[in-house]
């Protein structure tokens, strides 16, 4: 018994999560160099320590008994904060990162004596976060992929002795003149695609008003042959009845005329003459019915 209760919890938590990791609608995935750009503060440091954290706002697990998936780490900068941050620090200072561990929907991991570029924000209370600009990884290592796509924000920074980040290349110029606010173009972009989505939905509306319609079409073309078949049944069977109407009347006809060569008396005739009237009367009676 307790063990199905304890499942239960577990999927019951486990479907909260799931509801919980769910991203928006619209979401699209951005490259780095678009987040750079919408990034509050952007950091070249190496991690001197890590020390643990308890429960705070930032850091909140259902298993937030275990100290050791959540930490802050103290981090030493190796260049000057990154061109357009919003942090204002020479390089060589150090502070310290909070919200930083194993979450349900993510995580944001370091290792000590390892050097990071980070995306950075700065809360209400000065303290400095993670910023996982559109939902996506703000730490990267020091690679020579991460220097590739970083470099040119440090192009105007002092780095401490020993730390060569950024090499002048022809192609930091051509990278800044024709650089678009990303902004701007993700904005364009959600425009078209909402509006291809809307156009879409009338479609899909007008594509059923159709269909509606078609069905009626095909009813009335099946009601109207069918009155078609009824009309010429009932004047088939209108007609088959005259026949039948002019054949009786014939046969009456022919049973009050004399056979042929049989001579005619005057008996004959006024008895033929008394017929006539009652012969009229059926003629007309079988005319009106």
């Given amino acids: 018994m307790w063990l199905v209760t304890l499942t239960c919890i577990a999927a019951a938590a486990a479907f909260d999560v799931a509801l919980a990791c769910q991203l928006p609608h619209d979401w699209r995935p951005q490259t780095e160099a678009c987040r750079a750009e919408l990034a509050e503060i ?9 020390h643990r954290e308890a429960y705070n706002v930032y850091n909140h ?3 937030q008994h275990d100290a050791d998936l959540l930490y802050t780490a103290e981090i030493e900068l190796l260049c000057d904060q ?4 919003m942090l204002e620090v020479p390089a060589g200072s150090r502070f310290n990162v909070t919200g930083l561990g194993y979450f349900p929907c993510f995580t944001y991991s370091v290792t000590e004596n390892n050097s990071y570029y980070l995306f950075l924000r700065m809360d209400e209370n000065y303290s400095i976060l993670p910023h ?20 040119s924000l440090f192009q105007f920074s002092n780095c401490t002795a020993g730390t060569q980040v950024h090499t002048y ?7 800044e ?3 678009l606010l990303c902004s701007a173009v993700q904005k364009a972009l959600f425009e078209e695609e909402e509006q291809v989505r809307t156009l879409s939905q009338k479609v899909r ?14 009813t009335m073309k099946r009601l109207l042959r069918q009155a078609r078949r009824d009309t010429s049944s009932s004047s088939a069977a209108a007609s088959t009845t005259k026949e039948q109407q002019s054949l009786s009347l014939k046969q ?10 049989q001579p005619a008396n005057p008996q004959q005739d006024t008895s033929q003459g008394r017929k006539t009237p009652a012969l009229k009367k059926a003629l007309a009676k079988k005319i009106r019915d």
């Fill in 205 to 218: 509306v007008l594509e059923k008003a159709n269909g509606h319609l078609r069905e009626k079409v095909k």
């Fill in 177 to 179: 003149d024709s650089r």
């Fill in 252 to 261: 009456l006809y022919d049973a009050e005329r004399p056979p042929a060569g």
């Fill in 42 to 50: 952007i950091v070249f440091a190496r991690v001197l320590a890590l």
């Fill in 132 to 151: 996982g600009v559109n939902f996506q990884d703000p730490i990267f290592a020091d690679t020579a992929e991460s220097h590739r796509m970083f470099s």
């Fill in 82 to 85: 990154a061109w357009g941050s």
């Fill in 61 to 63: 697990l259902p298993w």
């Fill in 169 to 175: 290349t022809p192609e930091w110029e051509t990278q």
